[in-house]
């Protein structure tokens, strides 16, 4: 019983999905460092935090820390929850509720946000709900791709092709090879847009020849 209920609530992945899914979300927890790059003339040497310390003196920040002290600390923070799921994983046990709460992708999720939010903030631009769009769709397409990598037969959202439905083998290989293909389109939407402010036409070229290469491999794997 102990085992079944660290499977359920420990969020238990294969060895390959763990490994994969470390890599994007230190990634995606980084992102924001390429926003606060680009800022850099035009946020602060010190910047003000708003919060007051106990001895009634303003909390600020130094530039450096705002840009990548705060995404490397979410960085931090991913992979201590990443290694406590693997780690309570092969004990059988159940995680913290602190790190059950966060999982793997909770804390990249809010580096995005977050942190952009406080860059944008500090370097004096409007923070629209225009600007977090493009986060939204790269965070989006990067969680399906998660999913993808490992889905269950069960599952609506996966490729229920005849040629790799009765083929185990052709079924793992298409899914993790279509899931990466969606983390990395997700991921290059998030660097064009922090690094250059817009995405190019070239971006969007791009994440679609990701997303469409799936098709062609479950062909191919199909006959294999």
Same mark, same amino acid.
């Given at each position: 019983?102990?085992?079944?209920?660290?499977?359920?609530?420990?969020?238990?992945?294969?060895?390959?999905?763990? *490994?994969?899914?470390?890599?994007?979300?230190? #990634?995606?927890?980084?992102?924001?460092?390429?926003?606060?790059?680009? +800022?850099?003339?035009?946020? %602060?040497?010190? /910047?003000? $935090?708003?919060?007051?310390?106990?001895?009634?003196? =303003? =909390?600020?920040?130094?530039?450096?820390?705002?840009?990548?002290?705060? %995404?490397? +600390?979410?960085? /931090?923070?991913?992979?201590?929850?990443?290694?406590? #799921?693997?780690?309570?994983?092969?004990?059988?046990?159940?995680?913290? $509720? %602190?790190?059950?709460?966060?999982?793997?992708?909770?804390?990249?999720?809010?580096?995005?946000?977050?942190? @952009?939010?406080?860059?944008?903030?500090?370097?004096?631009?409007? /923070?629209?709900?225009?600007?977090?769009?493009?986060? &939204?769709?790269?965070?989006?397409?990067?969680?399906?791709?998660?999913?993808?990598? =490992?889905?269950?037969?069960?599952?609506? *959202? *996966?490729?229920?092709?005849?040629?790799?439905?009765?083929?185990?083998? @052709?079924?793992?290989?298409?899914?993790? +090879?279509?899931?990466?293909?969606?983390?990395?389109?997700? #991921?290059?939407?998030? /660097?064009?847009?922090?690094?250059?402010?817009? &995405?190019?036409?070239?971006?969007? *070229?791009?994440? &679609?020849? +990701?997303?469409?290469?799936?098709?062609?491999?479950?062909?191919?794997? @199909?006959?294999?």
């Amino acid at each position: 019983m102990e085992r079944e209920a660290s499977r359920f609530f420990g969020k238990h992945v294969t060895g390959p999905k763990a *490994a994969v899914t470390l890599v994007f979300s230190l #990634l995606t927890a980084a992102a924001p460092m390429l926003l606060g790059m680009r +800022l850099w003339n035009l946020i %602060p040497a010190i /910047v003000e $935090t708003g919060l007051v310390d106990p001895s009634g003196k =303003d =909390d600020s920040l130094p530039r450096a820390v705002l840009v990548f002290g705060l %995404p490397g +600390l979410m960085c /931090v923070l991913t992979l201590i929850c990443h290694g406590q #799921l693997w780690l309570h994983q092969k004990a059988g046990k159940i995680p913290p $509720t %602190p790190v059950r709460v966060c999982g793997r992708w909770s804390i990249p999720v809010i580096s995005v946000l977050l942190c @952009s939010y406080w860059m944008m903030k500090a370097a004096g631009q409007a /923070v629209e709900m225009a600007f977090f769009l493009p986060c &939204l769709l790269a965070l989006l397409l990067i969680l399906l791709g998660v999913h993808f990598f =490992d889905c269950k037969r069960e599952s609506r *959202a *996966a490729f229920h092709f005849r040629s790799i439905e009765h083929w185990e083998a @052709s079924w793992r290989r298409t899914h993790r +090879l279509a899931g990466v293909c969606w983390m990395l389109a997700g #991921l290059q939407i998030l /660097v064009f847009y922090f690094a250059m402010g817009s &995405l190019p036409w070239y971006s969007f *070229a791009l994440a &679609l020849v +990701l997303l469409l290469s799936e098709f062609p491999a479950a062909h191919y794997y @199909s006959r294999s």
